[in-house]
């Protein structure tokens, strides 16, 4: 598996990576297929049907909105979501489907967008079923793709040959464990994010990379302060979920000073940094995918306390935060997988504080040993975090576990920093384990809202 950096930091909308961004993408990849094969002018309909996990939270997470959005030629980091609104009203006002923007087809959503509620494909709970009919109801072309996490979408050819991306360059310096990412730190003296920087030249220059990167620091950063100044008031969805971030942030700026005697006080402002994204991204915002929507504010909040609390913090320091996050991405991507469909939350959460454990590890001078160390105690504690979203909104109690698992980051950290970098577990025993727990896990836990907090809440 070949996995840019930039694959793993996408800039996005919410809710969800998964369900909202790899639907888009998907059903873009069909529209601009129809077009590529000349069929977009003989389409005389489309349909979409959801399977699996998408089914069943789809409508909460956005799929059915994202998918119609996608057919139009709508990308996720292309589309202002002010404008969204305004798209599907003019699509349910004429009953007409502007596919790619270009050929418009009618469309009828009880026929042509289907939940296919208990009902799965066999090669993962996120997937989704594409046709295209012409005028006299022919077949022109039916596509199976899947969505597999963290936004990235893959055809059913691809997932059965066993992959999970599209083949890419012959890397320099390719690693498929910890183990054997270690080892070129070790053979050519340096950290893991000079090996992310090595292979990532196989696809631009290192001015594109460090512009690159820091253009998706800033991309989080305007989301953490669009969060701390929104408006007061409550998140879409009908269980009324008040917006925290707002007051939060006006009582730390009223008692800053006061707080420097709290020793405790810089929890406060990461909890602020991630419950500020992950508020923006329930609204259906502008995040940035980091590795999923739903763990999205965990790296910001730790990158963010790197720049405003850590003494010596610079723009070197975000882009190697960045890189060697990345790496341990990929590690987890190639190796389990980063879908709370498919694994549950230890899938999202999980992966997103490793990751940030071992970027923030790396910046405040930890060696690659005492990185990797960080990337599994993050993981670790986060083994079996099932992901049951309550009514399927990427809300309650997703909002809250970023904040969380930005502390533990933090934590994780801290504690490699004091060791040696020797330690019992390794990074590749635990996301060996996770990939495992997450195989053993009941399907009810794994993004269904079946089990957990997504049922036990109603009856409070």
Same mark, same amino acid.
């Given at each position: 598996?070949?996995?840019?950096?930039?694959?793993?930091?996408?800039?996005?909308?919410?809710?969800?990576?998964?369900?909202?961004?790899?639907?888009?993408?998907?059903?873009?990849?069909?529209?601009?297929?129809?077009?590529?094969?000349?069929?977009?002018?003989?389409?005389?309909?489309?349909?979409?049907?959801?399977?699996?996990?998408?089914?069943?939270?789809?409508?909460?997470?956005?799929?059915?909105?994202?998918?119609?959005?996608?057919?139009?030629?709508?990308?996720?980091?292309?589309?202002?979501?002010?404008?969204?609104?305004?798209?599907? #009203?003019?699509? +349910?006002?004429?009953?007409?489907?502007?596919?790619?923007?270009?050929?418009?087809?009618?469309?009828?959503?009880?026929?042509?967008?289907?939940? !296919?509620?208990?009902?799965?494909?066999?090669?993962?709970?996120?997937? *989704?079923?594409?046709?295209?009919?012409?005028?006299?109801?022919?077949?022109?072309?039916?596509?199976?793709?899947? $969505?597999?996490?963290?936004?990235?979408?893959?055809?059913?050819?691809?997932?059965?040959?066993? +992959?999970?991306? !599209?083949?890419?360059?012959?890397?320099?310096?390719?690693?498929?464990?910890?183990?054997?990412?270690?080892?070129?730190?070790?053979?050519? /003296?340096?950290?893991?994010?000079?090996?992310? /920087?090595?292979?990532?030249?196989? =696809?631009?220059?290192?001015?594109?990379?460090?512009?690159?990167?820091?253009? &998706?620091?800033?991309?989080?950063?305007?989301?953490?302060? /669009?969060?701390?100044?929104?408006?007061?008031?409550?998140?879409?969805?009908?269980?009324?979920?008040?917006?925290?971030?707002?007051?939060?942030?006006?009582?730390?700026? #009223?008692?800053?000073?006061?707080? +420097?005697?709290?020793?405790?006080?810089?929890?406060? =402002? %990461?909890?602020?940094?991630?419950?500020?994204?992950?508020? #923006?991204?329930?609204?259906?915002?502008?995040?940035?995918?980091?590795?999923?929507?739903?763990?999205?504010?965990? %790296?910001?909040?730790?990158?963010?306390?790197?720049?405003?609390?850590?003494?010596?913090?610079?723009?070197?320091?975000?882009?190697?935060?960045?890189?060697?996050?990345?790496?341990?991405?990929?590690?987890? @991507?190639?190796?389990?997988?980063? $879908?709370?469909?498919?694994?549950?939350?230890?899938? !999202?959460?999980?992966?997103?504080? $490793?990751?940030?454990?071992?970027?923030?590890?790396? %910046?405040?001078?930890?060696?690659?040993?005492?990185?990797?160390?960080?990337?599994?105690?993050?993981?670790?504690?986060?083994?079996?975090?099932?992901?049951?979203?309550?009514?399927?909104?990427?809300?309650?109690?997703?909002?809250?576990?970023?904040? *969380?698992?930005?502390?533990?980051?933090?934590?994780?950290?801290?504690?490699?920093?004091?060791?040696?970098?020797?330690?019992?577990?390794?990074?590749?025993?635990? &996301? @060996?384990?996770?990939?495992?727990?997450?195989?053993?896990?009941? $399907? @009810?836990? @794994?993004?269904?809202?079946?089990?957990?907090?997504?049922?036990? &809440?109603?009856?409070?």
């Amino acid at each position: 598996m070949v996995v840019s950096v930039f694959e793993l930091f996408r800039i996005g909308i919410g809710p969800s990576s998964s369900h909202t961004v790899g639907p888009m993408r998907a059903a873009r990849a069909f529209a601009c297929a129809l077009a590529d094969q000349g069929l977009l002018e003989r389409t005389a309909r489309v349909s979409c049907r959801l399977y699996g996990s998408l089914s069943a939270t789809g409508r909460g997470h956005g799929s059915d909105r994202a998918v119609l959005l996608g057919f139009m030629g709508e990308t996720p980091d292309g589309i202002d979501p002010d404008r969204i609104p305004q798209l599907l #009203q003019a699509l +349910q006002d004429s009953g007409s489907l502007p596919l790619l923007g270009r050929h418009a087809v009618p469309f009828d959503a009880r026929r042509d967008l289907v939940l !296919e509620r208990g009902r799965g494909l066999s090669l993962h709970p996120n997937g *989704m079923r594409f046709e295209a009919h012409d005028a006299a109801g022919a077949l022109l072309l039916q596509q199976d793709m899947y $969505s597999i996490g963290g936004g990235f979408v893959v055809d059913a050819r691809t997932l059965a040959a066993g +992959q999970h991306a !599209e083949p890419g360059p012959a890397l320099p310096l390719p690693f498929h464990s910890a183990e054997e990412l270690l080892g070129h730190c070790a053979r050519l /003296r340096c950290s893991i994010g000079d090996v992310m /920087r090595l292979n990532e030249r196989c =696809w631009r220059g290192d001015e594109a990379i460090d512009s690159g990167l820091l253009g &998706i620091w800033h991309a989080m950063r305007d989301c953490a302060a /669009r969060g701390c100044r929104a408006d007061e008031g409550e998140l879409p969805g009908g269980f009324r979920v008040r917006l925290r971030a707002p007051a939060l942030w006006r009582s730390l700026q #009223q008692h800053g000073s006061a707080g +420097q005697q709290d020793p405790l006080r810089a929890l406060d =402002w %990461v909890n602020l940094w991630a419950l500020a994204v992950n508020e #923006q991204n329930a609204s259906g915002g502008r995040v940035v995918t980091a590795p999923t929507n739903g763990a999205a504010g965990i %790296v910001p909040a730790v990158l963010h306390y790197y720049v405003e609390l850590c003494p010596g913090a610079d723009e070197a320091g975000v882009v190697e935060f960045l890189l060697t996050a990345g790496a341990i991405g990929v590690l987890y @991507k190639e190796n389990a997988s980063i $879908s709370g469909a498919e694994v549950g939350c230890q899938g !999202e959460v999980g992966v997103a504080c $490793s990751m940030a454990a071992a970027g923030l590890c790396a %910046v405040l001078g930890g060696s690659p040993a005492q990185v990797e160390n960080a990337a599994e105690i993050g993981m670790e504690h986060h083994l079996g975090l099932t992901c049951d979203p309550v009514g399927g909104l990427v809300q309650v109690p997703c909002i809250e576990r970023n904040a *969380m698992g930005a502390v533990q980051a933090i934590n994780s950290a801290r504690m490699a920093l004091h060791g040696s970098g020797h330690h019992l577990v390794s990074l590749d025993q635990v &996301i @060996k384990t996770m990939r495992e727990t997450g195989a053993d896990m009941r $399907s @009810k836990y @794994k993004e269904t809202s079946r089990g957990g907090l997504a049922v036990n &809440i109603i009856e409070c």
